[in-house]
């Protein structure tokens, strides 16, 4: 299981963001790059996108909730192919 967590905004100096929307329910599978949330910061909103390919097993922050940088969203469990390709290389999460 992997989480993904509020990314530090490149140059722009924010603490916390706010939860939008979801742009995906718990259950569906989910791509790399695919957009997952739509967050708010102080200077910009923007379409978080997955850093994953798998399914979307838990939503760690509600819609309208205030998460800081660096603390999780949501767990994504990714797809069996993805995890053997990384153990197979000797992998990190």
Do not use: H
Request: hydrophobic fraction near 35%; charge should be positive; proline fraction near 6%.
């Amino acid at each position: 299981m992997s989480t993904v967590v509020v990314p530090k905004s490149g140059g722009v100096t924010c603490t916390k963001a706010i939860v939008v929307r979801w742009l995906k329910r718990e259950g569906d599978r989910v791509k790399v790059g695919e957009p997952l949330v739509e967050l708010e910061t102080e200077k910009v909103s923007y379409e978080l996108e997955s850093p994953f390919d798998g399914t979307l097993m838990k939503f760690l922050a509600p819609e309208t909730a205030e998460v800081p940088v660096g603390e999780p969203l949501c767990e994504i469990a990714e797809s069996a192919v993805k995890n053997a390709k990384r153990k197979k290389q000797g992998g990190r999460k």
